[in-house]
């Protein structure tokens, strides 16, 4: 069957993606909760599963939409942002991992901003993981 694109033509693709990203990210993967008797709430714990070993931790985050109506959680009520962050191929993210934007040099307001992977936003042909997210704000 014949293909537009070579293996050659999709690691270049892959190159390409990852100087594009200039956003910094951490993830983590959430195994209980911990009481902080600092906040008064309780804080996700777990494992950092991205970046690992030193590396920076590249990631893009992508305009999403804005759901009709909030969610509400006992007393608070709640916005829900839809978005896609974009990671280099071969991450190991997963649905349910939590992530902190650390940085955004195009638009540092977004540096903090917190979102929980919903699921993957699959293609062919895909030079970067591009995953749907979730950015729960008050």
Same mark, same amino acid.
């Given at each position: 069957?014949?293909?537009?694109?070579?293996?050659?033509?999709?690691?270049e693709?892959?190159?390409?993606a990852?100087?594009?990203?200039?956003?910094?990210?951490?993830?983590l993967?959430?195994?209980?909760?911990?009481?902080?008797?600092?906040?008064?709430?309780?804080?996700?714990?777990?494992?950092?599963?991205?970046p690992?070993?030193?590396?920076?931790?590249?990631?893009?985050?992508k %305009? !999403? $939409?804005?759901?009709?109506?909030?969610?509400? &959680?006992g007393?608070?009520?709640? @916005?829900? =942002? /839809?978005?896609?962050?974009?990671?280099?191929?071969?991450?190991g993210?997963?649905?349910?991992?939590?992530?902190?934007?650390?940085?955004?040099?195009?638009?540092?307001?977004? %540096? !903090? $901003?917190?979102?929980?992977?919903?699921?993957? &936003?699959?293609?062919?042909?895909? @030079?970067? =993981? /591009?995953?749907?997210v979730?950015?729960?704000?008050?």
């Amino acid at each position: 069957m014949f293909s537009p694109y070579d293996a050659a033509d999709i690691l270049e693709g892959q190159r390409d993606a990852i100087e594009s990203m200039r956003d910094t990210c951490d993830v983590l993967r959430p195994t209980g909760t911990t009481f902080n008797p600092e906040t008064g709430s309780d804080e996700v714990t777990g494992p950092q599963v991205y970046p690992v070993d030193g590396q920076t931790g590249w990631c893009r985050a992508k %305009a !999403g $939409t804005t759901m009709d109506g909030n969610a509400e &959680a006992g007393s608070h009520v709640f @916005t829900i =942002e /839809r978005q896609v962050l974009v990671f280099p191929i071969g991450t190991g993210l997963r649905p349910g991992d939590l992530v902190n934007l650390r940085t955004s040099v195009a638009n540092p307001i977004l %540096a !903090g $901003t917190r979102y929980e992977i919903t699921g993957a &936003a699959r293609g062919s042909y895909q @030079t970067a =993981e /591009r995953w749907n997210v979730k950015a729960v704000t008050s």
